[in-house]
């Protein structure tokens, strides 16, 4: 089967944990899918680049509306078949992420000089003025807004440490 998402021969992570999921939520993505594409369902060994995870990127990274070949990943928002809209009106987030006790909605913004930390990643940002700055990892120079940093990591993932 060819999926694109779990470790391939050349890239040293699984491409999934881009989008925040973990290998056993990439496999109940599959098997959500039967292992074909969300909206034609045409087989991922048949499918000429297999399958592709599909996101919300409005919502976020880690907003997984499920798996779709390559011809379908690129014309989803222009197709008005019934397949399409059924599709579009399902994302698998919405089910599976609050299956698993995890929250979607972001917390209100702490206060100025706030932490928060990300498990998944092992990260703590700070709140100074209205920016967030990454305190443990030297690559994550940018600072990001609130929106951003939820965008990006997941509601679910950000634990406030101290306000
Ligand atoms: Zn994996
Ligand atoms: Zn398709």
Not at 83 to 105: D, I
Not at 123 to 138: F, P, V, Y
Request: proline share 6%.
């Amino acid at each position: 089967m060819t999926l694109r998402g779990h470790k391939g021969p050349t890239s040293k992570t699984c491409t999934h944990r881009k989008y925040q999921l973990t290998c056993e939520d990439y496999d109940a993505l599959v098997a959500h899918h039967h292992g074909r594409c969300g909206v034609c369902g045409i087989a991922a060994d048949t499918a000429p680049m297999g399958l592709f995870i599909d996101h919300e990127s409005v919502v976020g990274d880690w907003a997984v509306r499920g798996l779709l070949c390559n011809r379908c990943n690129s014309s989803l928002h222009h197709m008005s078949s019934p397949e399409a809209a059924a599709y579009l009106a399902s994302p698998w987030y919405l089910t599976a992420l609050p299956a698993k006790g995890l929250r979607l909605k972001a917390e209100s913004e702490p206060p100025d000089g706030a932490v928060v930390h990300l498990p998944a990643q092992n990260l703590t940002w700070e709140r100074t003025g209205r920016h967030w700055h990454c305190t443990n990892n030297a690559r994550r120079r940018n600072p990001l807004s609130w929106r951003e940093l939820n965008r990006r990591y997941g509601p679910f993932n950000i634990r406030v440490l101290s306000t």
